[in-house]
């Protein structure tokens, strides 16, 4: 993942153009003529060896050495086999950027038998050049009058980014995007992706000032933790949708890319999707109907819809689709319904969705329109026609469109029919009020942005702080028992020691006992006394979700009630008869001795751990027992989680509202629940080898929770998709003046309460000299972006101490980097409470930040401050930074260099 470079293929200075030539068919003479129409104001040159003097124009060589300079952008539409070979001599000119639109190359080879995809990746590797494709469309900027394609069309200019893996897609995708006069701020497709992907350039995008949405269509994931990494930190600040398909053709495939434990890959996507806060649209019918909302809707102020149309029909159809996405319907307010019931006949019903009845003409709609759009209790209108004689298309669209160009709700149209409607839909184009062919669809669409809100407000949720216990004893004896597996070379954890593990992560497990044989379960079922339960363990039941299919396994394994030692003795008989049936005895594993108490009504939850081949860990949560139907309620998320993210799982999962309607203790279950979670979670990125933990069933009662059954199996460690919580990092300091202890340590969600109190005690000055300006209290959104960080790209250290009534913490101070996707430059920010200052505090935090900066390869850390904060440069020199003064933005400049730039090619990429 690097932006290295990008900028070389959306704004070059000079293009050539390779393979171009005047031949029917030849992509090259078509990228060429593209780019001559488009009106492209660079330099330009052709390239082809049969000896051309000029193409369509535009001088030709013979080769790269024969150019008169070297392009800031080389486009190759050359034949496969010379591909290699074009992009080695490109790399030793010093040329930075190419785009590679030939194809076949990932099933063609060279005379080595090596994949021509492979080549190119190793002729570029020694020189850096970055390279887009092979088998991309191309790359089209209409604010750079550049279409650097083989496509049919031209694009318009708009403010929405199109990146996609599937060039015929994108093809198709400016067709209809022409026809509708949509346009588009940059639109590319990545083809083979050999070293630009699409983190990268979506990393690119999200900083450009031109681009407000983002549009995705991917294929194939690769590079998870960067994908997730890229995706999240672009929504934070752009609306994103992602098209996600994910059929495989072969069955095979299909089964070997699912996680253990889960039937239905799209539910990963979701999860994943959901996590970073973007949409996901199923079908090119949702992508093309997305690209028109993110075209034309204002911002979003709520999710409250109201629907007006001429048929109650139509009206109920849109309503419904509401309804089926958990939408919501406006409650319209008095003075609302007042006013429509001075236009409307004295049996209109006074709610929402309006019917203006058959005979509604133009003006009605628009009055209407106008009404609902001033109604505080309305967030969105959706106009829905069905054409009349009184209300013919083109004239009631012109209408509408008067009202929705005054109004700051967004009006959403759909205009039912063909043969009249067309020309209403053109209108609303022409006039970007959005507009779609069914209800359905214009619904459809508006709760694309109503989801892209509500998973925004999800991620910024504060969480809130559990009183976890970190027994480090515990933690170090569950890594001895999963290392103690791996040395004996075992997949699995024992029964016993996956119940201990569990214990190692305070989670409530049922007492078990374990005895090799009949007599052995007898002894112990007369020290338990009461009614007891007997588990046959052999080699199949060792195994995470083995019971998964159905309880008729399950049942051949168990033993229950048994209340006396005749009782025990013939039940553990025929139990071990039938498991021998079906096992060998080298394969059985003895027999797991629970005492059982019936009485409390529990309610079974199955909760536990899976791989993803692509996600990596996710943690699921749903309903428990034995039944076939217990995958359908399987939710999952990746970790890690806090509360809040383990609270959003639970509420995904029927287990919800069953506890919601029935349980005496409902929050109190809920935070029981979210603090296993939570403990799962730190499991798993404790312990990257566990591949499976199943806990089926967790029983949930007025007791609390209960484990009583479990399996846990391991494998090569993987991390995380997410970086988790960098615990490793605090560490105890003393103040210089008073002594007083603190701890320095990354900064979290759970933080903003606190942080929000910290911002508050810092004087006028102190914010002034910070931000550059006089600012008022932050929001809740600008103290979860500054709390919830992204460990991957960002960095902030807090000093924290316990309050002096001993009641929690409290914040003192935080130094914050944002680093560049090349881990090239950082920027810092330090502030400190104005009543600390003196103490040391702002050089613990600085020096711990330069040591961190320099441990993860960073090359450059940098900042800037006012002139006027001589306190800031003081403490900047004293640490060894460099302080300049940048006169054209009025700043002095701190920089310092962390590691040896002549070690590393990145830095002399971005001084080039």
Request: glycine fraction near 6%; aromatic fraction near 6%.
């Amino acid at each position: 993942m690097s932006t290295s470079y990008l900028k070389r293929f959306f704004k070059p200075r000079s293009i050539a153009v390779f393979g171009a030539s005047e031949k029917p068919n030849s992509m090259g003479g078509v990228v060429l003529q593209n780019l001559i129409e488009s009106g492209y104001e660079g330099h330009l040159m052709a390239v082809n060896k049969a000896g051309y003097q000029e193409v369509f124009g535009v001088p030709c060589y013979s080769g790269v050495s024969e150019l008169p300079s070297m392009p800031d952008l080389a486009i190759i539409c050359s034949p496969p086999q010379a591909v290699p070979d074009i992009i080695r001599k490109l790399g030793a000119s010093l040329v930075r950027a190419a785009m590679v639109l030939t194809g076949g190359l990932s099933r063609s080879q060279n005379d080595s038998l090596q994949p021509l995809k492979d080549a190119i990746h190793e002729a570029a590797k020694p020189y850096g050049i970055r390279i887009l494709g092979p088998d991309c469309m191309g790359l089209l900027v209409p604010g750079q009058n550049m279409n650097a394609s083989y496509s049919h069309l031209n694009i318009q200019k708009g403010k929405v980014a199109y990146i996609g893996q599937s060039g015929i897609l994108g093809t198709a995708m400016i067709d209809w995007a022409n026809g509708q006069g949509i346009g588009f701020s940059n639109f590319l497709t990545l083809g083979g992706s050999v070293d630009v992907d699409l983190p990268s350039v979506v990393d690119y995008l999200a900083t450009d000032p031109y681009t407000q949405a983002i549009l995705v269509q991917v294929d194939t994931i690769s590079h998870s933790r960067h994908f997730i990494s890229a995706i999240r930190a672009a929504a934070r600040n752009k609306l994103v949708l992602v098209l996600k398909n994910s059929i495989t053709f072969h069955l095979e495939d299909k089964k070997a890319l699912l996680p253990q434990g889960i039937n239905d890959a799209d539910q990963v996507y979701d999860a994943v999707l959901r996590r970073v806060g973007v949409v996901r649209v199923e079908t090119t019918d949702e992508l093309f109907d997305a690209l028109e909302t993110l075209t034309t809707m204002k911002p979003l102020r709520g999710e409250r819809l109201a629907i007006v149309g001429n048929g109650m029909g139509p009206n109920s159809l849109a309503a419904e689709c509401l309804f089926r996405h958990q939408g919501k319907l406006s409650r319209l307010h008095e003075d609302t319904v007042n006013k429509l019931a001075e236009l409307l006949p004295e049996f209109w019903d006074r709610r929402n969705p309006v019917d203006l009845n058959a005979d509604a003409t133009p003006a009605l709609f628009a009055q209407a329109v106008e009404i609902l759009s001033k109604d505080p209790d309305v967030d969105a209108v959706l106009v829905i026609h069905a054409p009349t004689r009184l209300a013919p298309s083109s004239e009631t669209a012109d209408a509408v469109i008067e009202v929705a160009k005054k109004t700051r709700r967004n009006v959403l149209t759909s205009w039912m029919g063909r043969s009249t409607a067309i020309g209403a839909r053109n209108r609303c184009n022409e006039a970007h009020v959005a507009t779609y062919i069914t209800p359905e669809k214009a619904v459809e669409a508006f709760m694309h942005m109503v989801d892209y809100r509500r998973n925004q407000e999800a991620m910024r949720q504060t969480p809130i702080a559990l009183n976890l216990q970190k027994n480090r004893r515990s933690r170090m004896v569950a890594r001895e028992l999963v290392n103690n597996a791996v040395s004996r070379g075992r997949d699995y954890l024992r029964h016993e020691e996956a119940c201990q593990l569990l214990e190692c992560y305070d989670i409530p497990v049922a007492n078990s006992h374990y005895a090799t044989d009949i007599d052995g379960v007898v002894e112990i079922a007369k020290h338990l006394g009461g009614s007891v339960a007997v588990k046959a363990l052999h080699r199949e039941n060792r195994k995470p979700f083995s019971y998964d299919q159905g309880g008729g396994q399950r049942w051949r394994d168990l033993a229950l009630d048994l209340y006396s030692i005749k009782e025990v003795k013939e039940a553990v008989t025929k139990l071990a008869y039938r498991v021998s049936e079906r096992h060998p005895e080298e394969e059985l594993r003895g027999y797991c001795v629970q005492q059982m108490k019936r009485g409390f009504q529990s309610l079974q939850i199955s909760v536990g751990v899976t791989r993803d081949p692509i996600f990596g860990p996710l943690i699921f949560f749903g309903a428990g027992g034995y039944s076939v139907d217990v995958q359908a309620d399987r939710q999952v998320m990746l970790p890690p989680l806090n509360e809040s993210l383990a609270r959003r799982l639970i509420k995904q999962s029927r287990i919800h509202r069953f506890l919601k309607e029935n349980s005496y203790r409902f929050k109190e279950d809920i935070a029981n629940l979210c603090e296993l979670l939570v403990h799962l979670s730190q499991m798993v990125v404790d312990l990257p080898e566990i591949r499976a933990v199943d806990i089926n069933p967790l029983l949930i009662n007025k007791r609390g929770l209960l484990a009583v059954d479990v399996a846990a199996a391991i494998d090569a460690p993987v991390a995380t998709s997410i970086s988790p919580y960098p615990e490793n990092l605090s560490e105890t300091r003393y103040l210089k003046r008073s002594g007083r202890e603190v701890i320095l340590r990354p900064i979290k969600g759970e933080d903003e309460p606190n942080h929000l109190e910290f911002f508050k005690k810092l004087s006028p000055e102190s914010i002034r000299l910070r931000y550059f300006y006089s600012r008022g209290e932050p929001t809740h959104i600008e103290l979860a972006n500054w709390t919830q960080i992204d460990y991957d790209r960002e960095m902030a250290f807090i000093a924290t101490t316990r309050r002096e009534d001993g009641e929690g913490f409290e914040t003192l101070g935080v130094a914050r980097t944002s680093t560049d996707p090349d881990n090239v430059q950082a920027e810092f920010a330090v502030v400190v409470r104005d009543d600390l200052q003196g103490e040391g505090l702002g050089v613990m935090l600085m020096q711990k930040m330069i040591d961190y900066c320099r441990q993860r390869g960073t090359l450059q850390l940098m900042g800037s401050t006012l002139p006027s904060n001589l306190g800031m440069q003081t403490l900047a020199k004293k640490l060894g930074f460099e302080n300049s003064f940048n006169a054209e933005e009025e700043v002095v400049e701190m920089k310092m260099m962390l590691n040896d730039p002549t070690e590393d090619w990145q830095f002399h990429r971005l001084q080039h």
